[in-house]
């Protein structure tokens, strides 16, 4: 399976474009992609709200810092459900046309080519819980502890990890996974998983396709 990343452009109207586009094409496509109806419905409400914000910061008459501040909160969120989205549902989706990988700024990775080396450092991960079900991931480099940051060139954390089960010996042994491209993003749980203890490991990918080491093992439980 080719491994696959996708990019989120800087700015507030192309962030906007680029939500509007992602969030229609992810509820159009829901049933032939394979996402769940309660995702969708989710990452609607989201949108709505960011959008009626978005609009108020669009409208120079009523923009304001304190509205833009609102704006950028509720696209905090919006972002972390989007992250969520693709590195679950969307990358690496062989039901999803090229076309429509293209206008979901999807890439594939070109598999080990290029110039550029493997990472040599490992993400530190760690898990926070803010609310029912779900885990935030948090990560920053074995290089600099302390940050939030991916080190250059690398394309997401790869996070394998499995729910209710041994501690795994190995990242080999887990059974679930995601490719999380933003520090701070949510592990969503099925309702049965809480209160299991969740133990993964992570490793960095970068541009070119080629993975670094695996990181130490991390644990916590579902809220």
């Known amino acids: 399976m080719s491994k696959e990343t996708f990019t ?11 939500a509007t586009s992602a969030v229609k094409m992810i509820t159009t496509n829901a049933t032939a992609w ?5 995702e969708v419905t989710t990452l609607t409400e989201l949108f709505t709200d960011y959008d009626t914000k978005y609009a108020v910061t669009n409208n120079r008459s009523t923009q304001s810092p304190a509205a833009t501040a609102a704006r950028n909160d509720s696209w905090e969120t919006l972002g ?22 293209e206008a979901l700024h999807i890439h594939a990775l070109s598999g080990g080519g290029g110039s550029s080396p493997a990472p040599v450092t490992t993400p530190v ?18 290089s600099a502890p302390g940050t939030h940051y991916k080190p250059d060139n690398v394309a997401f954390c790869e996070l394998r990890y499995t729910v209710g089960a041994a501690a ?16 701070h993003t949510a592990i969503q749980f099925a309702p049965e998983q809480r209160g299991k203890a969740v133990y993964a490991f992570a490793r960095w990918v970068n541009r070119n396709g ?13 809220p």
């Open 34 to 38: 394979n996402i769940p109806a309660t």
């Open 125 to 142: 991960i760690t898990f926070t819980s803010e609310g029912i079900g779900a885990l935030y991931l948090n990560y920053s480099d074995s």
């Open 80 to 101: 972390e459900k989007l992250d969520y989205m693709y590195g679950h549902y969307l990358l690496n989706n062989d039901a999803i046309a090229s076309a429509d990988k």
């Open 210 to 222: 080629k993975t670094g080491p695996w990181s130490a093992m991390a644990t916590a439980l579902v």
């Open 168 to 183: 795994p010996a190995t990242p080999a042994e887990c059974t679930e996974g995601a490719n999380v491209s933003r520090s």
């Open 8 to 18: 989120i452009p800087a700015g507030p109207t192309a962030q906007h474009e680029f």
